[in-house]
């Protein structure tokens, strides 16, 4: 219709049919079929240029444009009763090939089911966030890198955090999608930021949200605490709604298909630095084409100022599993042992895991704290967390043994001290257990049990307790010394009577 109405205003100001065709590239013909109409309808004589809907009044109907028949259409039955079965396209066109040896493509079949079965164009709200209040979240695959630790090639991600209003960026190379990578790099992203956004948009991804819901999604306890540390909101997706993120997903693709597309790095490392690098000089310069700004400018002029202030420390939480108490009052957490009080044996915790520091809570209650081990079989144990008397049992060393003994008295003193330099057998336990004979007899008889056995040369924990058991420590030690085999002879606590080393028969003769 304007270019009728161009033809028409050509018309008046006296342009001849050959001036106007060259002008607006149509044909001779069609501006003296419009000229002809003009005149027809009066449009030529002056004052205001027809409307749109005049025109067409005027011209009546315009039949549309030749269409070439379908190469599909011979097959519309086939096809209409496929897509009612809900089989898909690609399986349309396998059984076109094969059963009826139909020779089309893929894009002929789509554009025929399209004239058959309109697709009406799904309507989205853009949704746009002022300066600091959002950031979206996700990972992307980045084929394999070399990791240097493990010495082989892996599996690579790309995580990337992007603030919805500058579009400015964060972005890291990592080998897993675990919670401690998911919020190490959260942490650095604020940190690189200078603070942070108010509200966070990750997808339902394990590490964020462990169970994906509508209106309920749970989040992961590391990721709720880190949120909570920080002073922003975790506002999960909906669940297979990429496109309510698609200010990441575009980060990501940029990623993929800018930095990576055709790039080869020495190993992780070398490609994060080089990441950094570009993220700064390339995808904070360039013009966005909705902001019509480049997105590092406009977070330095706008943005970064609007951000939550970072905490005075750093968020140290990096993951939480439930453990099990086993019988050694020890829970085992990436190969090492902590302690846990006796009477949790048996019970499942909560190990709150961060870079210096393991807690270990019972539902909402804080049980045990230890520092985190550096290497696996390393075990942090506390005496206290053992019943009295298994502590106890590992309190008393050789020096505390000969400790408590000079409290009690010297013939106990002397008993262990004796026990204690026997070689080749340790005889701590024995020590252990003439100590804990204190207990139940009290400190005088068991000195004076001790002092009995030393008389008889004989303080092994057995004849100790035999003497008190007979009472014998009640009654007065003989005044005469204890017999010997030979007079002047030492004693040996191994040593055995020549004579039994000899037939006696053998002797005599």
């Known amino acids: 219709m304007h270019q009728i109405r161009d033809v028409i205003y050509r018309v008046r100001q006296g342009q001849s049919d050959r001036q106007i065709a060259r002008d607006l590239g149509v044909s001779r013909l069609t501006v003296k079929k419009y000229r002809a109409l003009g005149e027809a309808e009066g449009y030529l004589a002056g004052g205001v240029l027809p409307t749109n809907a005049e025109l067409a009044a005027a011209i009546g109907s315009v039949p549309p444009p030749p269409r070439p028949v379908s ?9 209409e009763k496929l897509l009612a079965d809900g089989v898909e396209l690609t399986a349309i066109l396998a059984r076109l090939h094969e059963d009826y040896h139909y020779a089309g493509s893929y894009s002929s079949l789509r554009r025929f089911v ?9 309507v989205h709200l853009r949704m746009e966030t002022g300066p600091g209040e959002e950031a979206q979240v996700d990972f992307g695959s980045v084929g394999q890198l070399v990791d240097l630790r493990r010495g082989v090639a892996r599996l690579a991600y790309v995580f990337v955090m992007t603030l919805c209003f500058s579009r400015h960026q964060y972005a890291e190379l990592v080998f897993d999608q675990k ?12 940190e690189s930021f200078g603070g942070v956004p108010r509200r966070i948009v990750p997808d339902n991804l394990k590490a964020a949200v462990v169970e994906a819901s509508f209106d309920n999604p749970v989040l992961g306890e590391a990721y709720r605490r880190l949120a909570q540390h920080y002073g922003c909101l975790i506002s999960p997706t909906r669940p297979r709604t990429p496109e309510h993120k698609g200010k990441v997903e575009s980060g990501v693709h940029y990623v993929q298909r800018n930095f990576m ?7 992780i490392d070398v490609a994060n630095e080089r990441l950094g690098v570009w993220v700064s000089d390339v995808a904070g310069t360039r013009h966005h084409g909705t902001t019509g700004q480049a997105p590092l400018a406009l977070f330095h002029a706008r943005e970064r100022a609007a951000l939550i202030p970072l905490p005075a ?7 939480v599993r439930p453990v099990k108490v086993h019988q050694d009052c020890h829970v085992q957490i990436a190969g090492s042992f902590y302690s846990v009080p006796w009477r949790l044996v048996g019970h499942t915790l909560d190990a709150f895991i961060g870079e210096r520091v393991v807690e270990l809570y019972q539902d909402a209650d804080l049980v045990t704290t230890h520092l985190r081990a550096h290497a696996p079989g390393e075990w942090h144990t506390r005496l206290e967390d053992y019943p009295a008397d298994k502590a106890a049992f590992l309190l008393r060393t050789p020096q505390r043994c000969r400790e408590i003994a000079q409290r009690l008295g010297p013939a106990t003193s002397q008993a262990v001290e004796t026990l204690l330099s026997e070689r080749p057998l ?3 336990r024995s020590v252990q257990g003439i100590l804990r004979l204190e207990e139940s007899v009290g400190p005088r008889r068991l000195e004076a049990a001790c002092e009995r056995a030393l008389h008889f040369g004989d303080v092994r924990y057995r004849r100790i307790k035999d003497i008190l058991n007979a009472a014998l ?12 085999r030979v007079t002047g002879e030492r004693t040996y606590t191994f040593a055995r009577p020549v004579a039994d080393f000899f037939d006696r028969t053998e002797a005599v003769g």
């Open 473 to 484: 420590d009640q009654e007065p030690i003989p005044t005469s010394p204890p017999p010997s």
């Open 313 to 319: 420390e750093p968020f140290d939480l990096l993951e």
């Open 426 to 428: 340790d005889r701590l």
């Open 179 to 190: 919670i401690a990578t998911w919020v190490g790099c959260h942490r650095r992203a604020f």
């Open 114 to 122: 399209h004239q058959i079965q309109p697709v009406t164009p799904e």
């Open 71 to 79: 190469s599909v259409a011979p097959y519309r039955e086939v096809v």
């Open 261 to 267: 597309a055709g790039q080869q790095f020495a190993d």
